[in-house]
């Protein structure tokens, strides 16, 4: 189910996506040529991801609250910063636990850079790296498991309150569009790779707040976004 929302959420994106780029010259009050089709200061855009309360509704009982700001320059180059609020309480298909992570907060700093930065589109196609860190408080309960030697079964057996820290880096492939105005949405695909997570003994995090399952090096976010553009004061030409 969760494969086909991906797939539905990537085709809203990428459809009004689909026309035909132009490139211009752009000419200034003073009537000279410059170098970027766009000003240089685009603005500030705001975010939200919706892809994690979306699969809330379906039952998905973890996920990431979050939202981004970013400023861009020259429709090319956007330092953007991504917080949010993570949680858990799942017990994974085929597991013998019940994994929960308490209310934690997360961040990740990075940069976007906009690869048809000088096209007159109606969007970003963007590249970008991120540095997350996350410190969080989780526990194990509910966990079953076997004593050969006595020949039974252990049952409600449980790790107490762990916090870690975490910290990882990202590669990303995104993409925006504009809707109407300042509004715009998009989604954006991520390979994540971990650093360091601590733990304590044999307690390993199933789910880390802003990264997601350890298992699991794929990221997925749809994101709808508002930009706070300043007025353009230079004049387009074919």
Do not use: C
């Amino acid at each position: 189910m969760l494969q086909k929302i991906k797939i539905i959420l990537f085709l809203l994106v990428i459809i009004p996506f689909g026309i035909q780029a132009k490139k211009n010259v752009i000419v200034n009050e003073q009537g000279d040529t410059v170098k970027y089709l766009h000003p240089k200061f685009n603005g500030i855009t705001i975010g939200a991801d919706l892809f994690s309360p979306v699969a809330n509704l379906i039952g998905q009982k973890y996920g990431n609250y979050e939202m981004s700001i970013d400023a861009g320059f020259y429709n090319r180059f956007y330092p953007v910063y991504e917080f949010g609020l993570s949680y858990a309480n799942e017990t994974p298909d085929g597991a013998n636990y019940t994994y929960k992570v308490m209310p934690s907060f997360y961040n990740r700093i990075g940069l976007n850079y906009n690869i048809l930065y000088n096209k007159d589109i109606p969007g970003l196609l963007f590249v970008g790296l991120r540095y997350g860190l996350s410190i969080a408080n989780y526990e194990v309960t509910n966990i079953t498991t076997s004593a050969p030697y006595w020949e039974e079964t252990l049952t409600n057996l449980s790790i107490p309150k762990t916090t870690s820290i975490a910290h990882w880096g990202e590669l990303l492939l995104g993409l925006q569009v504009k809707l109407y105005k300042g509004l715009m949405m998009g989604w954006s695909v991520r390979y994540k790779l971990l650093f360091a997570a601590s733990q304590k003994g044999n307690a390993t995090q199933w789910m880390i707040p802003g990264f997601g399952k350890s298992n699991s090096p794929l990221g997925f976010n749809f994101t709808i976004n508002y930009r706070f553009s300043p007025k353009e004061k230079n004049k387009v030409k074919e």
